[in-house]
T-cell receptor, first 115, second 113 residues
Framework: SAVISQKPSRDICQRGTSLTIQCQVD?????MFWYRQQPGQSLTLIAT?????????ESGFVIDKFPISRPNLTFSTLTVSNMSPEDSSIYLC????????????FGQGTRLTVV | GENVEQHPSTLSVQEGDSAVIKCTYS??????FPWYKQELGKRPQLIID?????GEKKDQRIAVTLNKTAKHFSLHITETQPEDSAVYFC????????????FGQGTELSVKP
């Protein structure tokens, strides 16, 4: 199974600033996904990151707020822009587990607190 | 788009009892239904999954059933143990993007010794 390294693991940021979260996979994967988990809540898909094309965003999420990069098949970044306290969440990246595109395997998450 | 409803939101059982968590989905195109266990401060971990061409799947004390007609699927944990205490999430996806998941709201399971 893929090993996903996500960093930072946690951060405390001032409102109005931006934070970029990195996700590194130890093997090439077609799709990478970014999720948000607000405190005490479920996981919500933010966007699908495709190599060589723009990310596909889910309803309620926009590129200006959550720009995503996918420069190659093993790496992606998610930026949380112009942060407010409402952005305080855990952000997780995930990949499809194997060539059959089954099972989302998650990174350890980034716990973001905006003050 | 897909919508997944999960019930109950909290569940408390005695050690050794069974626990059942139920989910319904809206998109008939969904064909992959995983269940995740999330312990406090940790990432979600897959515990079992089922595809739409299967009605039931079992792995030791854990089983999942799927009713495609009714669009619902359930997680069954037998002989519960205190270490089963966690938040459980069901999810659904369609097509071949298994990683693009729509999650249920979660069930906080508490197993009392």
């Amino acid at each position: 199974s893929a090993v996903i390294s996500q960093k930072p693991s946690r951060d405390i940021c001032q409102r109005g600033t931006s934070l970029t979260i990195q996700c590194q996979v130890d093997s090439q994967v077609t799709m990478m996904f970014w999720y948000r988990q607000q405190p005490g809540q479920s996981l919500t898909l933010i966007a699908t990151a495709n190599q060589g094309s723009e990310a596909t965003y889910e309803s309620g999420f926009v590129i200006d707020k959550f720009p995503i990069s996918r420069p190659n098949l093993t790496f992606s970044t998610l930026t949380v822009s112009n942060m407010s306290p409402e952005d305080s969440s855990i952000y997780l990246c995930s990949v499809d587990r194997d060539s059959e595109n089954t099972e989302a395997f998650f990174g350890q998450g980034t716990r973001l607190t905006v003050v | 788009g897909e919508n997944v409803e999960q019930h109950p939101s909290t569940l408390s059982v005695q050690e050794g009892d069974s626990a059942v968590i139920k989910c319904t989905y809206s998109d008939s195109a969904s064909n992959y239904f995983p269940w995740y266990k999330q312990e406090l401060g940790k990432r979600p971990q897959l515990i079992i999954d089922i595809r739409s061409n299967v009605g039931e799947k079992k792995d030791q004390r854990i089983a999942v059933t799927l009713n495609k007609t009714a669009k619902h699927f359930s997680l069954h944990i037998t002989e519960t143990q205190p270490e089963d205490s966690a938040v459980y999430f069901c999810a659904a996806s369609s097509g071949n993007q298994g990683g693009k998941l729509i999650f249920g709201q979660g069930t906080e399971l508490s197993v009392k010794p």
